[in-house]
């Protein structure tokens, strides 16, 4: 191995490539607004815990629907199975633990 030029295979080359996409995700803005849109937050949320479950259901929202750019482009069901339901589940882990 000579200096910091290493050849990347394999499964180095996937986690590279999949890092870099998460970072040019990470500024990404449009998820958020989506995010708030599709969700009926009550007005007596906890913000302890509405603020976390917004961001991990960004979080799922970039990941699994990295194509959506407004509500429509997203079936409230898909939204709520694959983003909501995962981080409330999430959320109550550590609500559990602390």
């Not at 080359?13 to 995700?25: A, G, K, R, W």
């Not at 995010?35 to 991990?56: E, G, M, S, V, Y």
């Not at 898909?78 to 909501?84: A, I, Q, R, S, V």
Request: aromatic share 10%; net charge neutral.
């Amino acid at each position: 191995m000579c200096g910091m030029w290493v050849i990347i295979k394999g499964y180095a080359l996937n986690v590279e490539y999949f890092s870099e996409i998460l970072h040019t995700l990470r500024t990404v803005p449009d998820f958020s607004s989506v995010t708030t849109q599709l969700l009926d937050i009550p007005k007596d949320a906890d913000t302890r815990d509405k603020n976390p479950i917004i961001k991990l259901c960004d979080g799922y929202l970039k990941l699994l629907f990295p194509h959506v750019k407004d509500v429509d482009d997203i079936n409230k069901r898909d939204f709520e199975e694959y983003c909501l339901k995962p981080a409330k589940e999430m959320r109550s882990i550590i609500k559990k633990t602390a």
